[in-house]
């Protein structure tokens, strides 16, 4: 493979910094292998020596209808699911639909977000390398937050996601299940608006919605998650109803999947069979159920993960 990868750096004129910075960032994550969520995704060496699979080449109706179904198999099947969020990074194209889907479906108002897409620029070549990462909470089954606060603020549910105390996780309680997530996926909602000092609130920033089973409405008086610390529910709200998180639908490049990983059949548990699967979140301990593929496109230089993460 290295071989390879000389003849592609070859007609590709890379050259000297560029090519020494490369075989750095490539050996970086050499021996990366597959996150443990629900049943193990595991990976083989026969998959890490095989051919880089390319990204999935489905329309993203067909995928959005094959996770639908699967999502309501999952639903009907009289066990409880084990959700899980697949990203496939090489598909992202920066577009921040997601982030847009994610504030029009649970309002967190101006300096919160519960989803949010990192952009980095790598110094490789003479134009910019840059890559794109959706990136929300984790819903780690040894979630950091919950051992920050007293038993019961924060609960690992049976289906994987990790629902906070919206009533009793405020004040020191929320600042401290913040400031315990690695990757700062939690923020305190300080209950402002973006039309804050403006004549009047607009409609779409009151209205109500729904988290962890209740509903809210954000505003200047009485709202009940002011100084509550929030984070992204995998939309648990709309799974309850049939529909699939509202990240997942509205990405332009469909580079997120979603679905039941204890599901054979599933999308979810198919497309991570055999992968090379991002380790950096799961060196920690954490067991994240959000999964980042760390493939490079086929036929392109490979910049592993560890070349953002370790900086």
């Given at each position: 493979m290295a071989n390879h990868r000389d003849e592609a750096e070859k007609k590709q004129g890379l050259a000297g910094p560029r090519r020494a910075f490369l075989q750095v960032l490539a050996g970086a994550g050499a021996g990366?292998?597959?996150?443990?969520?629900?049943?193990s995704v595991l990976e083989s060496q026969k998959a890490e020596a095989a051919e880089i699979p390319p990204p999935l080449a489905e329309s993203s109706g067909a995928v959005l209808i094959r996770m639908q179904q699967d999502l309501e198999r999952a639903l009907t099947s009289g066990r409880t699911p084990s959700w899980v969020m697949v990203v496939d990074t090489r598909k992202c194209v920066g577009c921040d639909a997601c982030t847009v889907a994610c504030k029009a479906e649970v309002p967190t108002g101006p300096g919160g977000f519960n989803r949010r897409v990192i952009q980095k620029e790598?110094?490789?070549g003479p134009r910019p390398y840059r890559v794109f990462k959706p990136v929300n909470c984790l819903q780690c089954d040894d979630p950091?937050?919950?051992?920050a606060v007293p038993a019961g603020m924060i609960r690992k549910r049976a289906d994987g996601i990790v629902e906070f105390d919206s009533v009793s996780l405020a004040g020191g309680y929320a600042l401290a299940a913040a400031k315990a997530c690695p990757w700062g996926l939690i923020h305190i909602d300080r209950g402002a608006t973006?039309?804050?000092?403006?004549?009047a609130p607009q409609p779409y920033e009151t209205?109500?919605?729904?988290?962890?089973?209740?509903?809210?409405?954000r505003g200047p008086q009485n709202y009940e998650l002011q100084d509550r610390a929030r984070k992204c529910t995998f939309c648990a709200h709309r799974l309850e109803r049939g529909e699939l998180p509202?990240?997942?639908?509205?990405?332009?490049?469909?580079?997120?999947?979603?679905?039941?990983?204890?599901?054979?059949?599933s999308l979810v548990y198919q497309i991570t069979q055999g992968r090379r699967i991002f380790r950096g979140h799961e060196n920690l301990g954490v067991k994240p159920r959000v999964i980042y593929f760390e493939e490079s496109m086929p036929g392109a230089v490979h910049v592993d993960c560890q070349a953002c993460h370790s900086r």
């Open positions: 990366a292998a597959a996150a443990g969520v629900g049943l790598l110094p490789i950091p937050c919950a051992k973006y039309t804050m000092n403006t004549p209205r109500a919605f729904e988290e962890y089973g209740r509903t809210f409405r509202a990240c997942v639908t509205t990405c332009l490049g469909s580079a997120m999947y979603f679905g039941d990983i204890s599901d054979r059949s």
